[in-house]
Structure formats: C-alpha cells, structure tokens
C-alpha cells in the first residue's frame, strides 16, 4: 500500500519533544561507548580462558566455530545466501555429540549472563553523577504548584511510593548465581573507579568466572515458599535499607534549604510491600503457616538491621560525663528508671556509668534482642511495637540536642530515625491476595451452616447485597469452624490469624487485602463481612481493619470498575469501613490477564481509561476519598513492564496525586534492586517522575472526543484480531507445540504452579507461563498481534493517519505505548520463530503470524517515520542487536532437542531444553 507524504513527517523535524525523547539520563553522549566494548572484551577473554582451563581448548574452538557463524550470519542477514548460512549453522549444531552441546549452551548461558552484567556497569558509569538538579527542580516545582506550605504538606502527607516485591516465578537464576553476578559487578566497578588494577580485575574475574562455570544453573528441586521469602528479604540487605533512607532524606533536606518556611512533619513518601508468603491465588502451598513465617522473618530481619546499626550509633556516641557535665533530666530520668526496672542487663552496660548515652543504645539493644520472634523470647522484655523503639532513639536526639551535638545528630541519627518510620519492625508491608471465588466460598458455607442461608451463591447480586448489608447491621454470629471445609477453614484461620498479629504485634506490617478476578461489587462486600465476623473491622470502634483492595483484570471487570466503585462508595457500611483508613481507596489494575484476554492494545487503552473515569467520578461525587492505584505490572511489555518513567509520565492526568504501589516481579527485583547504584537511579528516577507528573499534568494533551474515537477504534480492530486468532480450536495446540511451555515447570523457578486450574483454556493459563513461552520462541505474539491490521485500516484514511502522528508527538501515554511496541518488534526473530513453528502439526497459524508481524513492522515504521524500527533509547538497540548472535546458536540448540526429547524422552535432551531455556531468557532480558 502506498502512503501519502503528510505535513506529519515536517513537524517531526522541527519538534523538540522528538529530539527530547533520545535524550536518556543514564547515556551520556560525551562517554564513547569504547567502554562498553572493553567491559565486553574482559569479561568475554576471561570466560574463553575459563572454558579451555576447564572444559578444553577443542570445545571452546567449537563455541568459537558457532559464535562466528552466527556473528556472520547476522552480518549478511538481507544477503541472498542467508537461508544457506542459516541452515550451515544448524547443521553443524546437529552434528555435535550431545556433550558438546551441553557445554556449547552453558557457553552462551553464561556469556549472555556476563553481556546483561556488563550493561548494567556501563549503565552506571555513564549515569548522571548527581540527581540533586533535578531533585531541586522537583521541589521548585512543587513548591510552586501547591502555593502555601499546608497544601505541599497535606500533598506530602497523602503520598506513598512503594514498591511491592512478588514472588512470580520469573527469576531463572538462582541465589548463588545471583551473588556471582554482584561480586563481578562490584569488582568492574572498582577497576573504572580506580579502585583496583586491571590485573587484580582480572584475577578476581578468573575466579568468580570459574566459580560461575562449575555451578549448576538449574534448581534440582522447586523453592519452597519459606525460600522465597528469604529471597525476597534478601534485598533488603543488598539496597533496599540503605537506599530508600537516602532517597527520602535527601528529598527532606533538599526541602528544607528550598523552601523559606520549612516546619514540615516528616512523611516517608517510599516504602516497600510484599506478596510472598501472602499471595495465595492459585498457590496451594501458601498456608496460614507460611504467612507466620513471612510476617516473623520480615520482623525478624528489620530487628537485626536495627540491632547492626545500633553498634555503629553506640561507637558515635562515646559521649562522657567527664567532657560534658550536664544532661538533659527527663532523659537522665528515663535512664535511670530503666537501669533500675531491667534486672538481666549485661554488666558492661551497668558499669558505663560515666557514659549515659552508650548506656541508652545498650538498653535499646536489650529491648530489642527480646522483641525478635524467637521460641525462647520474653516479649515483655522487649518492644511491642516500632512506635515505643521509635520514641527511644527520639530521646537520646533530644538529649543530644539538650547539649547541642548537633552533628551528631544531622549526620546518622537523623537519618536513622527516619528509616524506623520507613521500615517499621517489617522491612516490608504483607499483602494478602486471594480469589473472589474463595471468598465467596467461605461466605456461602458460613450462612449455609448457621441456617442464614444455604444458598448464597445462587442468589442475585441484588439479593446477595441485601443479605450481606443485613449481617454488617447484625451482630456477630457464631462460627463453627471444625465445620467447614479444608479450603474455607485455611481462610477463616488465615483471618483469626492475622486479627492475632494486629493484637499482639502491629496492624502496621500487614498491607492490603487484594482480591482476584473481582467482578462486582459482592466481592468486596464479602471481604468486608469477614473482617466483620473475626473481629478485625467494628463500625462503631476501631479495631484493626485492613485496607481491602479490588484487583480489575480483565478487559470487562475493568470497564465494569466504575460501576462497582460507584456502589461502593456510595454504601454506607462500606464508607464507614473508609473512614476508618482515612477515607484511602487503594484499586489494583492487572495488566497480565487483561493483556492476555484482549492484546496488549486493548489492555493499555482500557487500563488508561479505567483510570481516567475512576479519578472523574471521585472529582465529581466523592472528591473526600484519596484514590490510590496499585498497577499490577510485570517484566516484559506484555505484562505491562518496560521503562517505567515514561510509563508513569504516560499515566492519566492526576493518576498519582496519591503517589503509587506497583509490582516489582521476578527477574526485574534483581535488575533494579542486586545492586545499589542501579537501586539507587531506578527509584529515585520513579520518585521524582512520579511528583513530577503531578507538576506538569495541567500540560498534557488533553483528548478531544475525535481522538478518544480514533483509538477506540484502534484498539476494537486490534482486540478483535487478537481474539479471531486466540479463539481457535486449533490455537492452543499451536502454542503448546511451537513453544517451551511444557517445560517451564521443570526449571524449578518457582513454588506456584503454572495454571490457576488444570485445563486445557488459555483463561485457566497464568499470564506469566504465557508470556514466557512466546519469549522463548522469540516470536513475543501478545504484544504485537493485531497492532498491525489495525493501523493499516486507521491509514485508509488520510485525516486519521495525521490525527495520529499528532498524538505519537503530543500525548505522553501514546509516546510510551508505541515505543514499548518497538522495543518488542526489535526483538522479535521470525527465522526463529519459523523453526519453533515447524515442531506443531498447526504450522499453517504461523503464515497468518507471519503476515501479521511484517505488517505491524512496516505501519510502526510508517507512524514513526522511520526506515528501521528504533525505541526512544539508542543504545538499546545496539544491546538487542549485540545479543542476537548468541541467542540463534541458543534458539537452534533448543529446538533440535524439543524435537529429540519429544520423540524418545531422554533426560540429556531435557537437560539442554532447561539449560537454554535459561540462556534465551538472558538474552531476551525478560521471562514473564
């Protein structure tokens, strides 16, 4: 088909937002990317001289062999004689003895490994030195935009930032790989910084290199879930409880010099939840016991940090009474009631008498020894809550202050104090996640055994309503436990539970309660009468209620969001349940199964509209209730990851006035959070962007009704697409057969299974599985199928083409749509593909596939104007394009022994299979 020229291609050349969008913070133009190659070029000799010490110079000649076949190839891909170099290459694989090929894979495994190592030590060296400007900038702004001092506060006081860590099984490595990979990291890192010599580098290099070669990279066996909590806790000590105290500090600080009024209370704007050992949605292996262990090795971890810098702070405050007579009396007070009452001190505490201060760290120290979750503890003797440790290191501030230490306190305590409001006693806030249906469940055998009802889940949504509002208004009623089934007494212990913890511990370490697949307004209602019947929400008094949050994820539960909020807000017992968390409304959007159920397109605009409506009804009817949304994303672009400012910069106009909770999944935890200076850039990039978008909102594009249209019919043609192709009989034979799926259970990454139930449905499927198999074959489906047909049919007309060349330059959601789609085309290898398709007896799909992507490709370049599909990021492209000579070798391997395993189930083969799965996962830099 033929295009016009348009004024489009004009504006492009003159528009600044254009030029604006190649200009990443973390590439600095000025730095050659000489340094790269040089990190590529060490990392790569040291991985060839491990391989031959270890494995011989004869196979390392024959990686060599396949590396510069492959490189070759890649070189000619448009020359006549691809075909014939592509076969050559597979063919020399084939004829390999099953050994070789074993320890070929594990040479591309991990050299991809040591390439995604290698991006993140550039990535950091040629990072922005400092965020201060554009701290500072930040604040000015919002200085400016809120006015008066109490507006900024109330701004500041309603506002969170936290980030959710899951245990979606997308992590591939395991821990102690993980730990080599830090260790590489840390030790190039040294060497640009001056630090070390090249040959103490590459001494060092040799040995964890080595190290890395002789370890298995698969799991012999599934983590269990008690293993995933500690992985997850892990991070804390890796970045997280250094660098969130930093952020916010420095943020408070910077306010403080900006602003000429700055008597602002203390909020700590970024903290951090968990799922793991909370999540339960289609995770049989996550029980009551597991959210014991999560909630009390998250206590216990926090407590041992605390209980480390305690040491530092007793060595800071060596202050005697010999140098410094006087002493604030309310403390001398308070530390001599506390000598008197604590028989069991240690004597070396007793004896520091002309030291008071390290006197109050040791009894800190005492205190909270006995406030860890242990067997033998005596928690009288400790703190029950973080508050009273809180209001202790409070006291010595004030001390201190009493004899103007000064220093001492701006330099730790200070800020040491601010990490006990962020962090609590749990380092991270416990989410609760379960399926309506199992709600629903608990609730129907409830009214069944207490003769209110015995059939409750028949009843009309109206009728259910009536029925619950009636027990809201009632009081509470007997249960007979022993009298329900096994899934319904796991649930309502779960609750007495956690009713449990909030009494004896603090209602502070728990989250929300999230819940799946919610589809009306029942589902909530439910939550909210259990938490009535166990006793942890009263509305007349308040207990402990837990924040209950519905999670829309589906493209119909997300139009029908609206609706149900409406209701909801306008009920009285659910408002006074509101009232109780200061009116905060916490609504989880799914982009995984939304994504699955209608194509990525229909999944962004219908998220993006959601939200959109549900801020303009709260505008319009309930503009007392502060809408926080929770964005359940994850990894790859089909599950709503990519980069996330542009994502957040793309959100709806006053989407983050209360800031935002998001998911971090699987892989992603270990590329933001292993090490700290990438923690550091990712989340003070997120922070600031987020108060940023809410700086500049009044500056985004504002859609006209014509433009709302043009992308409803966007999306409507490409869901449709999608759907024709997902709904065929023959579709999930397809994609069972030209795809790795059947083995990612094999690779051990994870404790919940890959299906919600055992069935043969896409819908029973988890996204991540899905997502996964389509990254393995490289052929990535969900993101792009459908994209094509549509923009062509939008092209037909010349008015609707320029239409949307105006919003790819004008309208920041549009901006990050598309250049997430071409991100995800640059990916894509169709000569892959084709060999993956070649192993299902429904090949034919693959032509419809195949028609489908060169069409997508060819109307993203049109839009963009582009000859080459390219993403906002330059150096993005050339870390693909570096990748793919050793993704091909990796994807052939793969096939050849799908193909053999398939035919005979030989474990050698399934070994491959595990192991390259592994390597393309490296080289796709996502899974699911």
Known sequence: MNYPVTSCEKVKRKDKLYKKRLNYSWIRTRMSEDIFKEILYILGDTLGEVIIEQSGRELFEKVEKIRLLSKNLRDKYKAENFSELYNELDQYIKNLAITDVLEISRSFTVYLMLNNIAELVFRTINKEESYKSELRTTIKGLIKEKGRKSDLQEYLQNFRYR???????????????????????????????????KESLINRLKEIIESLWLTAEVRLKKPTVNDEIEAAGAYANYSLFEVIPDIVNEFWEELKILDSNPNYSFVPL???????????????????????????????????????????????????????????????????????????????????????????????KHKLQHSL???????????KTYIEFKEMIQNLID?????????????????????????????????????????ENLINEIYDLTNQHNTYKELKKSEKINLIQKSLNSPRIAIFVKDLSKESKELWGLF????????????????????????????????????????????????????????????????????????????????????????????????????KDGGFLSSQWN?????????????????????????????????????????????????????????????????????????????????????NSNIAYREVKTLSQN????????????????????????????????????????????????????????????????????????????????????????????????????????WPFFVSLMDNLSTQLLKVDMNSARKYANLSSEKQLFFEMFKEYFRTRRNVRKISHDPHIKTQNPFLRKAIEARIPYLDPLTLIQVNAIEQYRKNHENEFLEIILLTVNGIALGMKNTG
Request: aromatic residues 12%; charged residues 25%; proline residues 4%.
């Open 163 to 197: 980030i959710v860590l899951t245990q979606h099984p997308t992590e591939v490595k395991r821990r102690t790989i993980l730990l080599k990979e830090k260790n590489i990291y840390k030790s190039l890192l040294m060497y640009f910084n001056k630090k070390i010599t």
């Open 270 to 364: 970024i903290d951090v939840g968990t799922w793991v050992g909370g999540d339960r949605d289609g995770n049989p292996f996550v029980t009551i016991n597991e959210t014991k262990y999560a909630l009390n090795y998250n206590r216990n971890l926090t407590i041992n940090h605390y209980l480390s810098e305690l040491d530092k702070i007793y060595e800071i405050v060596s202050i005697s009474n010999r140098r410094v007579s006087k002493i604030f009396p309310s403390f001398k007070n308070k530390l001599d009631s506390l000598l008197d009452t604590i028989d069991i001190l240690p004597d070396r505490i007793k004896k520091l008498t002309d030291e008071p201060y390290r006197q109050w760290i040791g009894i800190c």
């Open 373 to 383: 979750i242990l067997q033998e503890n005596d928690f009288e003797q400790g703190f």
């Open 399 to 439: 001390a201190l202050n009493f004899i103007n230490a000064q220093n001492i306190i701006k330099g730790y305590l200070t800020k040491f104090i601010r990490k006990i409001d962020i962090f609590g006693f749990n380092f991270a806030k416990l989410d609760i996640r379960q399926h309506s249906e199992i709600f």
């Open 496 to 595: 007495e539970f956690l009713l449990y913890w909030c009494e004896i511990f603090e209602p502070q370490a728990l989250g929300s309660i999230v819940i799946s697949m919610t589809q009306d307004e029942t589902d909530v209602l439910e939550v909210l009468l259990l938490q009535y019947w166990i006793g942890l929400y009263e509305p007349n008094k308040k207990r402990h209620p837990i924040p209950i949050v519905p999670l829309f994820e589906t493209i119909s539960s997300l139009k029908d969001s609206i609706q149900i909020m409406d209701y909801l807000w306008a009920n009285k017992n659910y408002f006074i349940f509101l009232e109780q968390l200061n009116l905060y409304q916490e609504i989880m959007i799914g982009y995984s199964d939304s994504a």
């Open 607 to 691: 998220i993006y509209q959601t939200q959109e409506k549900l801020l303009k009804l709260v505008g319009e009817k309930y503009s007392n209730i502060k809408l926080f949304f929770f964005h359940g994303r994850g990894g790859s672009v089909g599950r709503g990851g990519g980069p996330p400012k542009s994502a957040i910069l793309g959100l709806p106009p006053k989407a983050n006035f209360c800031g935002m909770k998001v998911t971090e999944q699987g892989e992603v935890i270990s590329q933001k959070y292993l090490h700290k200076e990438i923690a550091r850039e990712m989340l003070t990039e997120n922070f600031l962007a987020i108060h």
């Open 707 to 810: 433009d709302r249209d043009l992308i409803d019919s966007l999306t409507t043609t490409s869901e449709n697409k999608f759907r024709i192709l997902t709904e065929k009989e023959e579709f999930i034979k397809f994609f069972e057969e030209a795809s790795p799926i059947e083995f990612i259970s094999n690779l051990n990454i994870g404790s919940r299974p890959a299906k919600r139930k055992e069935t043969k449905k896409i819908t029973d499927l988890r996204a991540i599985p899905w997502i996964f198999a389509w990254t393995q074959n490289r052929l990535l489906l969900p993101v792009w199928y459908g994209v094509g047909t549509a923009l062509e049919e939008l092209y037909k007309n010349q008015d609707h083409y320029d239409q949307l060349c105006e919003l790819l330059e004008k």
